[in-house]
């Protein structure tokens, strides 16, 4: 995965706190079919902060869970002027004090918008790290997050999130897994048992 970036298409921090929170449950090309008139309508905090969370529904009405988030977004973006005036925070703890805001999303902020190192752990990462070995017996998201960032270089850690993501998405799929197309199958825990079966049988 050469490209390890996020797909989630954003032009600034708002942008991307916007994408993210719609992503919960949700494709990242279903968020970037909402976001272009998203964005048209909502060009900043401001905007999103003075709608009502009809208009907001309006607008994501085609992604899961769209109440929920209507009202997630809304608040956040009073929450965000409020508080903040206006400015995504940096600081992972800051950020989680945002409405739809948890400890996942707020390492994604941190990670990709201000270039820290910070491990998110999402449905792909915890599913990819506990199958492959690089994670043992770790049954949370926090617990996941802590091995990973326990061995890998802090400079690769923003990078290694999306190289986890997108292997899980592409390739370590969950229910069927492209083992014969994966160039780290070699060192996969779940691989070595997959073989193991086939030489017992």
């Not at 109440?67 to 997630?72: R, T």
């Not at 608040?75 to 995504?88: D, H, P, R, S, Y």
């Not at 990709?112 to 017996?137: C, E, W, Y």
């Not at 802590?146 to 990078?159: A, M, N, S």
Request: with cysteine; proline share 5%.
């Amino acid at each position: 995965m050469p490209q390890a970036e996020t797909e989630l298409v954003f032009k600034d921090p708002y942008q991307l706190l916007v994408a993210v929170i719609l992503s919960a449950q949700c494709t990242d090309k279903r968020v970037n079919s909402i976001t272009p008139a998203f964005f048209r309508r909502f060009p900043d905090v401001n905007a999103l902060a003075e709608a009502s969370q009809d208009e907001v529904f309006e607008l994501i009405k085609s992604c899961s869970y769209p109440n929920n988030k209507a009202k997630h977004l809304s608040e956040m973006a009073k929450t965000l002027c409020n508080t903040f005036q206006g400015i995504v925070p940096s600081d992972v703890e800051e950020l989680i004090t945002l409405p739809g805001v948890g400890r996942k999303t707020a390492h994604v902020i941190a990670s990709v918008a201000f270039n820290q190192a910070k491990m998110a752990v999402d449905t792909h990462v915890f599913r990819v790290s506990n199958r492959m070995g690089l994670a043992v017996k770790a049954t949370t998201p926090l617990a996941v997050e802590k091995q990973l960032v326990q061995y890998i270089p802090e400079g690769l850690i923003h990078k290694a999130h999306h190289w986890l993501i997108l292997h899980g998405r592409y390739v370590c799929k969950a229910r069927n897994p492209m083992c014969s197309a994966c160039g780290v199958s070699a060192y996969c825990k779940f691989y070595q048992q997959l073989q193991k079966k086939l030489v017992d049988n």
